[in-house]
Protein backbone atom coordinates (compact mmCIF):
# COMPACT_ATOMS: atom_id res chain seq x y z
CA UNK A 1 0.00 0.00 0.00
CA UNK A 2 1.18 3.80 -0.48
CA UNK A 3 1.80 6.15 2.35
CA UNK A 4 2.30 9.85 2.04
CA UNK A 5 3.83 12.22 4.33
CA UNK A 6 2.93 15.81 5.19
CA UNK A 7 4.54 18.04 6.90
CA UNK A 8 2.88 21.70 7.95
CA UNK A 9 5.48 24.36 9.33
CA UNK A 10 3.37 27.51 11.00
CA UNK A 11 5.09 30.20 13.43
CA UNK A 12 4.13 29.70 16.59
CA UNK A 13 3.34 33.42 17.34
CA UNK A 14 0.55 33.02 15.06
CA UNK A 15 -1.14 29.50 16.90
CA UNK A 16 -0.63 27.76 19.78
CA UNK A 17 -1.39 24.02 19.86
CA UNK A 18 -5.52 23.60 19.49
CA UNK A 19 -5.54 26.79 17.66
CA UNK A 20 -3.27 24.30 14.92
CA UNK A 21 -5.51 21.50 15.49
CA UNK A 22 -8.64 23.81 14.86
CA UNK A 23 -6.96 24.61 11.21
CA UNK A 24 -6.67 20.94 10.26
CA UNK A 25 -9.97 20.30 11.44
CA UNK A 26 -10.93 22.17 8.50
CA UNK A 27 -8.39 20.81 6.37
CA UNK A 28 -9.03 16.81 7.13
CA UNK A 29 -12.37 14.96 6.45
CA UNK A 30 -14.34 12.79 8.85
CA UNK A 31 -14.73 10.32 6.11
CA UNK A 32 -13.20 8.70 2.92
CA UNK A 33 -15.57 10.63 0.96
CA UNK A 34 -14.51 14.39 0.72
CA UNK A 35 -16.74 17.47 1.94
CA UNK A 36 -18.43 19.28 -1.09
CA UNK A 37 -17.19 22.84 -0.53
CA UNK A 38 -19.62 25.53 -2.16
CA UNK A 39 -17.21 28.10 -3.88
CA UNK A 40 -18.43 31.41 -2.92
CA UNK A 41 -17.66 34.35 -4.56
CA UNK A 42 -16.21 37.50 -3.12
CA UNK A 43 -17.88 40.84 -2.62
CA UNK A 44 -14.59 42.48 -2.06
CA UNK A 45 -12.81 44.42 -5.34
CA UNK A 46 -10.66 42.27 -7.33
CA UNK A 47 -8.14 45.43 -6.74
CA UNK A 48 -7.14 46.22 -3.40
CA UNK A 49 -4.94 49.03 -2.63
CA UNK A 50 -4.21 49.59 1.34
CA UNK A 51 -2.06 52.98 1.48
CA UNK A 52 0.79 53.44 4.68
CA UNK A 53 -1.29 55.64 6.00
CA UNK A 54 -4.41 53.11 6.69
CA UNK A 55 -1.41 50.47 8.04
CA UNK A 56 -0.12 53.02 10.32
CA UNK A 57 -3.31 54.24 11.58
CA UNK A 58 -4.58 50.44 11.60
CA UNK A 59 -1.80 48.77 13.19
CA UNK A 60 -1.24 52.11 16.09
CA UNK A 61 -4.38 51.98 17.00
CA UNK A 62 -4.72 48.11 17.91
CA UNK A 63 -1.48 48.29 19.76
CA UNK A 64 -2.57 51.08 21.92
CA UNK A 65 -6.06 49.65 22.21
CA UNK A 66 -3.95 46.34 23.66
CA UNK A 67 -1.31 48.48 25.97
CA UNK A 68 -4.27 50.36 27.56
CA UNK A 69 -6.36 47.54 28.14
CA UNK A 70 -3.16 45.82 30.35
CA UNK A 71 -3.03 48.79 32.11
CA UNK A 72 -6.32 49.20 33.02
CA UNK A 73 -5.98 45.44 34.77
CA UNK A 74 -3.08 46.20 36.55
CA UNK A 75 -4.42 46.64 40.07
CA UNK A 76 -6.40 43.43 40.16
CA UNK A 77 -3.33 41.73 38.63
CA UNK A 78 -0.76 42.89 41.01
CA UNK A 79 -2.94 41.62 44.09
CA UNK A 80 -4.14 38.61 41.95
CA UNK A 81 0.10 37.84 41.64
CA UNK A 82 1.15 37.99 44.88
CA UNK A 83 -1.85 35.72 45.83
CA UNK A 84 -0.72 32.79 43.56
CA UNK A 85 3.06 34.03 44.55
CA UNK A 86 2.13 33.39 48.12
CA UNK A 87 0.02 29.43 47.28
CA UNK A 88 2.96 28.48 44.81
CA UNK A 89 5.66 28.60 47.47
CA UNK A 90 3.79 27.45 50.60
CA UNK A 91 2.64 24.30 48.13
CA UNK A 92 5.69 24.06 46.73
CA UNK A 93 9.09 23.60 48.20
CA UNK A 94 11.71 26.18 47.05
CA UNK A 95 14.68 24.06 47.25
CA UNK A 96 13.26 20.69 46.37
CA UNK A 97 13.48 19.44 49.47
CA UNK A 98 11.54 18.16 52.34
CA UNK A 99 7.55 17.13 51.42
CA UNK A 100 7.08 19.61 48.39
CA UNK A 101 6.96 19.13 44.93
CA UNK A 102 10.29 21.09 44.20
CA UNK A 103 8.65 22.65 40.92
CA UNK A 104 10.47 26.38 42.02
CA UNK A 105 14.02 24.37 42.19
CA UNK A 106 16.24 25.39 39.56
CA UNK A 107 16.69 22.60 37.46
CA UNK A 108 20.29 20.45 37.56
CA UNK A 109 22.46 20.97 34.43
CA UNK A 110 22.25 18.16 32.05
CA UNK A 111 23.18 17.57 28.37
CA UNK A 112 19.74 19.25 26.67
CA UNK A 113 20.57 23.11 29.02
CA UNK A 114 22.88 24.63 26.38
CA UNK A 115 22.81 26.41 23.41
CA UNK A 116 21.31 24.83 20.43
CA UNK A 117 22.70 24.36 17.28
CA UNK A 118 21.43 24.16 13.53
CA UNK A 119 21.09 20.79 13.55
CA UNK A 120 17.83 18.60 14.59
CA UNK A 121 16.94 14.85 15.50
CA UNK A 122 13.61 13.93 15.61
CA UNK A 123 11.65 10.38 17.28
CA UNK A 124 7.70 9.37 17.27
CA UNK A 125 5.97 6.78 19.08
CA UNK A 126 2.54 5.99 19.15
CA UNK A 127 0.66 4.47 22.64
CA UNK A 128 -2.74 3.05 23.26
CA UNK A 129 -4.56 6.23 24.71
CA UNK A 130 -7.64 4.06 26.65
CA UNK A 131 -5.23 1.91 28.02
CA UNK A 132 -3.33 5.03 29.72
CA UNK A 133 -6.38 6.36 30.79
CA UNK A 134 -7.39 3.00 32.67
CA UNK A 135 -4.51 2.87 34.27
CA UNK A 136 -4.62 6.46 35.23
CA UNK A 137 -7.58 5.74 36.72
CA UNK A 138 -6.79 2.76 38.87
CA UNK A 139 -3.66 5.11 40.54
CA UNK A 140 -6.13 8.40 40.83
CA UNK A 141 -3.84 9.95 37.75
CA UNK A 142 -5.22 12.29 35.03
CA UNK A 143 -4.33 11.78 31.77
CA UNK A 144 -1.74 14.36 31.52
CA UNK A 145 0.11 13.33 34.98
CA UNK A 146 0.37 9.58 33.33
CA UNK A 147 2.10 10.88 30.26
CA UNK A 148 4.61 13.23 32.84
CA UNK A 149 4.63 9.78 34.69
CA UNK A 150 6.28 8.01 31.14
CA UNK A 151 8.41 11.10 30.03
CA UNK A 152 9.92 10.91 33.68
CA UNK A 153 10.52 7.59 33.23
CA UNK A 154 12.21 7.28 30.56
CA UNK A 155 14.28 10.57 30.65
CA UNK A 156 15.57 8.63 33.91
CA UNK A 157 16.19 5.28 32.20
CA UNK A 158 18.13 7.22 29.56
CA UNK A 159 20.29 9.18 31.44
CA UNK A 160 20.69 6.20 34.26
CA UNK A 161 22.17 4.48 31.08
CA UNK A 162 24.58 6.66 30.45
CA UNK A 163 25.68 7.51 33.76
CA UNK A 164 24.13 10.89 33.69
CA UNK A 165 21.41 11.09 36.12
CA UNK A 166 21.53 14.34 37.84
CA UNK A 167 20.66 13.60 41.69
CA UNK A 168 17.97 16.59 41.97
CA UNK A 169 14.99 16.04 39.95
CA UNK A 170 14.39 17.06 35.96
CA UNK A 171 11.81 19.91 36.14
CA UNK A 172 9.28 20.16 32.89
CA UNK A 173 8.50 23.04 31.32
CA UNK A 174 4.54 22.90 30.29
CA UNK A 175 2.44 24.77 28.36
CA UNK A 176 -0.71 25.37 29.56
CA UNK A 177 -3.86 26.90 27.59
CA UNK A 178 -5.56 29.84 28.48
CA UNK A 179 -8.44 29.81 25.92
CA UNK A 180 -11.68 29.78 26.56
CA UNK A 181 -13.50 26.41 25.75
CA UNK A 182 -15.20 26.56 21.86
CA UNK A 183 -12.35 29.29 21.12
CA UNK A 184 -10.69 28.22 17.77
CA UNK A 185 -9.27 31.58 17.12
CA UNK A 186 -5.81 31.70 15.22
CA UNK A 187 -3.65 33.20 17.43
CA UNK A 188 -1.38 31.64 20.58
CA UNK A 189 -3.13 31.63 24.13
CA UNK A 190 -0.77 29.86 26.07
CA UNK A 191 1.42 30.29 29.17
CA UNK A 192 3.86 28.20 30.72
CA UNK A 193 4.46 26.44 34.10
CA UNK A 194 6.93 24.50 35.82
CA UNK A 195 6.36 20.89 37.06
CA UNK A 196 9.29 18.39 38.56
CA UNK A 197 9.17 15.08 37.08
CA UNK A 198 10.88 13.21 40.27
CA UNK A 199 13.38 11.43 38.37
CA UNK A 200 15.84 11.13 40.96
CA UNK A 201 13.23 8.69 43.10
CA UNK A 202 14.22 5.19 41.79
CA UNK A 203 10.80 3.65 43.49
CA UNK A 204 7.62 3.70 40.47
CA UNK A 205 5.26 4.47 42.79
CA UNK A 206 6.97 7.21 44.85
CA UNK A 207 7.99 9.23 42.08
CA UNK A 208 4.15 8.44 40.40
CA UNK A 209 2.85 9.95 43.59
CA UNK A 210 5.78 13.04 43.50
CA UNK A 211 4.64 13.75 40.00
CA UNK A 212 0.62 14.31 40.83
CA UNK A 213 1.68 16.27 43.73
CA UNK A 214 3.77 18.35 41.80
CA UNK A 215 0.85 18.62 39.43
CA UNK A 216 -1.71 19.22 41.95
CA UNK A 217 0.86 22.59 42.68
CA UNK A 218 1.04 24.06 39.72
CA UNK A 219 -3.00 23.86 39.27
CA UNK A 220 -3.06 25.95 42.60
CA UNK A 221 -0.71 28.39 41.61
CA UNK A 222 -1.68 28.90 38.21
CA UNK A 223 -5.38 28.64 38.71
CA UNK A 224 -5.97 32.38 39.52
CA UNK A 225 -3.36 33.46 37.32
CA UNK A 226 -5.06 32.29 34.29
CA UNK A 227 -7.52 35.24 34.41
CA UNK A 228 -5.13 37.74 34.29
CA UNK A 229 -2.52 36.63 31.95
CA UNK A 230 -2.77 38.45 28.80
CA UNK A 231 -3.22 36.37 25.60
CA UNK A 232 -3.29 39.67 23.14
CA UNK A 233 0.46 41.15 23.78
CA UNK A 234 1.23 44.55 21.69
CA UNK A 235 3.08 43.32 18.74
CA UNK A 236 4.75 46.34 16.99
CA UNK A 237 8.33 45.25 16.29
CA UNK A 238 8.38 42.63 18.61
CA UNK A 239 9.22 39.96 16.10
CA UNK A 240 12.60 41.75 14.87
CA UNK A 241 12.98 42.25 18.52
CA UNK A 242 12.65 38.31 19.26
CA UNK A 243 14.45 36.92 16.62
CA UNK A 244 17.77 39.99 17.19
CA UNK A 245 17.95 38.82 20.97
CA UNK A 246 17.89 35.32 20.14
CA UNK A 247 20.64 35.47 17.68
CA UNK A 248 22.90 37.28 20.37
CA UNK A 249 21.42 35.31 23.09
CA UNK A 250 22.37 31.92 21.04
CA UNK A 251 26.16 33.54 19.50
CA UNK A 252 26.90 34.19 23.42
CA UNK A 253 25.86 31.07 24.71
CA UNK A 254 24.45 32.25 27.45
CA UNK A 255 22.76 29.12 28.32
CA UNK A 256 25.77 27.13 28.93
CA UNK A 257 26.56 29.26 31.70
CA UNK A 258 22.95 30.35 33.58
CA UNK A 259 21.62 28.84 35.67
CA UNK A 260 18.10 27.12 34.23
CA UNK A 261 14.70 27.00 35.50
CA UNK A 262 13.53 24.00 33.31
CA UNK A 263 15.15 20.85 31.56
CA UNK A 264 12.72 19.87 28.52
CA UNK A 265 9.37 20.74 27.54
CA UNK A 266 6.73 18.70 27.74
CA UNK A 267 3.24 19.47 26.11
CA UNK A 268 0.03 17.42 25.69
CA UNK A 269 -2.44 18.37 23.20
CA UNK A 270 -6.11 16.49 23.09
CA UNK A 271 -6.95 15.87 19.66
CA UNK A 272 -9.66 14.13 17.04
CA UNK A 273 -10.87 11.28 18.64
CA UNK A 274 -12.03 9.99 15.53
CA UNK A 275 -10.13 9.34 12.48
CA UNK A 276 -9.75 11.67 9.96
CA UNK A 277 -8.86 11.29 5.96
CA UNK A 278 -7.92 13.48 3.31
CA UNK A 279 -8.40 12.93 -0.34
CA UNK A 280 -9.91 9.34 0.77
CA UNK A 281 -7.19 8.51 2.45
CA UNK A 282 -7.27 7.76 5.98
CA UNK A 283 -4.48 9.36 8.79
CA UNK A 284 -2.61 6.71 10.27
CA UNK A 285 -0.65 9.14 13.10
CA UNK A 286 -0.58 12.71 13.68
CA UNK A 287 3.20 13.19 15.16
CA UNK A 288 4.11 16.75 16.47
CA UNK A 289 7.17 18.53 15.51
CA UNK A 290 7.34 21.36 17.87
CA UNK A 291 10.24 23.92 18.96
CA UNK A 292 13.72 23.78 20.86
CA UNK A 293 15.31 26.94 22.27
CA UNK A 294 18.46 27.96 23.63
CA UNK A 295 18.44 26.08 26.99
CA UNK A 296 15.79 23.54 26.48
CA UNK A 297 17.06 21.49 23.48
CA UNK A 298 14.50 18.71 23.81
CA UNK A 299 10.65 19.22 23.10
CA UNK A 300 8.37 16.16 23.68
CA UNK A 301 5.04 17.13 22.59
CA UNK A 302 1.99 14.74 22.83
CA UNK A 303 -1.43 14.63 20.99
CA UNK A 304 -3.97 12.59 21.47
CA UNK A 305 -5.58 10.59 17.74
CA UNK A 306 -8.30 8.39 17.09
CA UNK A 307 -7.28 5.54 19.65
CA UNK A 308 -3.81 6.23 20.45
CA UNK A 309 -1.34 9.05 22.06
CA UNK A 310 1.27 10.06 19.04
CA UNK A 311 4.23 11.10 20.45
CA UNK A 312 6.53 13.94 18.72
CA UNK A 313 10.20 13.87 20.21
CA UNK A 314 12.63 17.16 18.74
CA UNK A 315 15.98 17.52 20.09
CA UNK A 316 18.73 19.17 19.47
CA UNK A 317 21.02 16.77 17.14
CA UNK A 318 24.38 18.32 19.59
CA UNK A 319 22.67 17.32 22.76
CA UNK A 320 20.75 14.33 22.34
CA UNK A 321 21.40 12.65 18.77
CA UNK A 322 20.29 9.41 19.77
CA UNK A 323 16.61 10.39 20.72
CA UNK A 324 15.05 7.17 19.03
CA UNK A 325 16.22 5.63 22.32
CA UNK A 326 14.25 7.77 24.27
CA UNK A 327 11.65 7.10 22.30
CA UNK A 328 11.82 3.12 23.07
CA UNK A 329 12.71 4.14 26.83
CA UNK A 330 8.82 6.10 26.37
CA UNK A 331 7.69 2.04 25.16
CA UNK A 332 9.55 0.42 28.28
CA UNK A 333 7.88 3.04 30.83
CA UNK A 334 4.32 2.16 29.48
CA UNK A 335 5.35 -1.47 29.81
CA UNK A 336 6.55 -0.65 33.33
CA UNK A 337 3.15 1.42 33.96
CA UNK A 338 1.08 -1.49 33.28
CA UNK A 339 2.98 -3.31 35.41
CA UNK A 340 3.23 -1.43 38.73
CA UNK A 341 1.26 -2.03 41.47
CA UNK A 342 -2.80 -1.29 41.26
CA UNK A 343 -4.52 -0.19 44.83
CA UNK A 344 -5.58 -3.33 46.73
CA UNK A 345 -2.32 -5.83 45.57
CA UNK A 346 -0.34 -5.99 49.10
CA UNK A 347 2.67 -3.49 47.41
CA UNK A 348 0.22 -1.01 46.44
CA UNK A 349 1.47 2.23 48.76
CA UNK A 350 -2.20 3.28 49.25
CA UNK A 351 -3.73 -0.35 49.86
CA UNK A 352 -5.66 0.02 53.23
CA UNK A 353 -3.91 -2.14 56.31
CA UNK A 354 -6.42 -4.35 56.95
CA UNK A 355 -6.00 -5.87 52.91
CA UNK A 356 -2.37 -5.44 53.42
CA UNK A 357 -2.56 -7.94 56.73
CA UNK A 358 -4.86 -9.92 54.68
CA UNK A 359 -1.92 -10.46 51.90
CA UNK A 360 1.40 -10.37 54.66
CA UNK A 361 -1.33 -13.56 56.76
CA UNK A 362 -1.71 -15.45 52.53
CA UNK A 363 2.53 -15.03 52.46
CA UNK A 364 2.99 -16.40 55.90
CA UNK A 365 0.12 -19.07 55.72
CA UNK A 366 2.08 -20.10 52.30
CA UNK A 367 5.27 -19.86 53.93
CA UNK A 368 4.70 -21.91 56.62
CA UNK A 369 3.15 -24.88 54.44
CA UNK A 370 5.96 -24.89 52.06
CA UNK A 371 8.16 -25.07 55.54
CA UNK A 372 6.29 -27.67 56.58
CA UNK A 373 6.14 -29.80 53.38
CA UNK A 374 9.72 -29.24 52.90
CA UNK A 375 10.70 -30.70 56.68
CA UNK A 376 7.81 -33.77 56.00
CA UNK A 377 10.54 -34.36 52.90
CA UNK A 378 13.36 -34.07 54.48
CA UNK A 379 12.76 -36.24 57.41
CA UNK A 380 11.44 -38.93 54.77
CA UNK A 381 14.26 -38.78 53.25
CA UNK A 382 16.93 -39.42 56.12
CA UNK A 383 13.99 -42.69 56.93
CA UNK A 384 14.35 -43.66 53.82
CA UNK A 385 18.00 -43.93 53.40
CA UNK A 386 18.44 -45.68 57.35
CA UNK A 387 15.77 -48.04 56.32
CA UNK A 388 17.24 -48.51 52.67
CA UNK A 389 20.82 -49.34 54.36
CA UNK A 390 18.83 -51.56 56.56
CA UNK A 391 17.01 -53.69 54.03
CA UNK A 392 19.06 -53.47 50.78
CA UNK A 393 21.27 -56.45 51.72
CA UNK A 394 17.77 -58.58 52.37
CA UNK A 395 15.68 -57.47 48.80
CA UNK A 396 17.72 -55.68 46.46
CA UNK A 397 16.12 -53.34 43.80
CA UNK A 398 12.34 -53.81 44.92
CA UNK A 399 12.97 -53.42 48.58
CA UNK A 400 15.11 -50.55 48.34
CA UNK A 401 11.74 -48.64 46.36
CA UNK A 402 9.15 -50.23 48.47
CA UNK A 403 10.76 -48.71 51.64
CA UNK A 404 11.41 -45.23 50.31
CA UNK A 405 7.68 -44.94 49.05
CA UNK A 406 6.45 -46.25 52.32
CA UNK A 407 8.87 -43.85 54.42
CA UNK A 408 7.67 -40.66 52.36
CA UNK A 409 4.43 -41.73 52.76
CA UNK A 410 4.08 -41.83 56.44
CA UNK A 411 6.24 -39.04 57.11
CA UNK A 412 4.06 -37.21 54.96
CA UNK A 413 1.21 -37.91 56.52
CA UNK A 414 2.73 -37.00 60.45
CA UNK A 415 3.35 -33.53 58.77
CA UNK A 416 -0.22 -32.85 57.11
CA UNK A 417 -2.50 -35.20 58.68
CA UNK A 418 -4.46 -38.10 57.84
CA UNK A 419 -7.24 -37.40 55.32
CA UNK A 420 -10.15 -36.50 57.34
CA UNK A 421 -8.11 -33.76 59.01
CA UNK A 422 -7.12 -32.29 55.82
CA UNK A 423 -10.06 -30.01 55.05
CA UNK A 424 -10.05 -28.43 58.83
CA UNK A 425 -6.05 -27.78 58.65
CA UNK A 426 -6.87 -26.07 55.22
CA UNK A 427 -9.15 -23.93 56.49
Known amino acids: RRRAAIYTQ ?32 SKRQKVFKLEMAEMLRGVLGSQAGKIAKIIRSLPSTVGTLKDAATQAVSA ?3 LGGGKGSGNLSLAPRTPLNASITDGRAFASVSLPLQALRDIGHLHDATLNESVLMLCSSALRRYYAKRRQLPRKSLVAAVPISLRAKGDTTSDNQASMSLISLGTHIADPMKRLAHVKKASAAMKAAMGPLKGILPTDFPSLGVPWLLEAAT ?49 MGLNITVQSYDQNLDFGLMADAAAMPDVKELAEALRIAYDDLVAMPQPGDPDHVDTPPAQSL ?13 GAVKGAM ?48 SR
Do not use: F, W
Request: hydrophobic letters at 45%; aromatic letters at 2%.
Open 10 to 41: LHHTAVDDQAAMALANALLDLSPQPRQLEARP
Open 378 to 425: KGAVDTATRVVVGRAAKGGVGAVTGAVSGAVTKTVKRAVGTPARKGAR
Open 358 to 370: VGRAQKAVTGAVS
Open 92 to 94: SSL
Open 247 to 295: ALYGKARVADRIPQVANVVISNVPGPPVPLYMAGARMLTNYPTSIIVHG
